[in-house]
């Protein structure tokens, strides 16, 4: 496989992570170099060892990976989006959202995001691939890209007012919705 191939799967798996840093920037009311570097390596960290997870697991946990794991990233992506959807209608101030850029939410979405990375990496084993290599040039791009993410969804925030959180969580279930409809594609 090459280079460019390589840097074109790890671009194809940053999109999620990419996604979800643009909606945490839309969140967060005020950005810190702190909150850029800890969703970028979080989501980076993560989308560099599933690879390395998956090519791991072989063949034998395929099945049951591929079976249910478009379901749990989108219980996982609507419970938190319909979270901040409802904070938003309910009139929850934005200001006192829980800090998207750590604990527990963090962790998940640096999972839900990461899971297409998993299958790509028993593929990976199968090709003969180097999976380190692979791996740190999916967890670098997919870095990179976050923390650009981030910086964009904190210039569009102001342009979205009181919506910001709405329009956040609504990315995040669109992207759950995207998941189970790509996965159910796949058998058709």
């Known amino acids: ?7 074109l799967i790890a671009v194809g798996l940053a999109m999620d992570a990419f996604v979800v840093s ?6 967060l009311r005020r950005i810190t170099p702190r909150h850029t570097l800890r969703i970028a390596l979080y989501f980076g960290g993560f989308q560099a060892a599933m690879p390395i997870v998956g090519w791991l697991a072989g063949h034998t946990l395929r099945a049951f990976i591929a079976g249910w ?4 990233a989108f219980a996982l992506l609507a419970a938190v989006g319909g979270k901040m959807m409802a904070d938003s209608v309910l009139g929850f101030e934005t200001g006192r959202l829980r800090e998207p850029s750590r604990g527990l939410r963090l962790l998940v979405l640096s999972i839900v995001t990461s899971s297409d990375a998993l299958a790509v990496g028993l593929s990976l084993g199968i ?4 999976v380190l290599w692979a791996a740190l040039w999916i967890g670098l791009v997919t870095g990179v890209l976050c923390a650009v993410g981030i910086q964009l969804g904190d210039r569009v925030s102001p342009r979205l007012g009181h919506a910001a959180e709405f329009v956040g969580g609504l ?18």
């Open 1 to 7: 496989m090459t280079f460019t191939a390589i840097l």
């Open 22 to 27: 643009v909606a945490e920037g839309i969140v």
């Open 69 to 72: 794991s478009h379901w749990v």
């Open 127 to 130: 090709l003969h691939v180097p």
């Open 171 to 188: 990315v995040l279930v669109g992207i759950g919705i995207k998941i189970v409809l790509d996965h159910l594609g796949q058998g058709i």
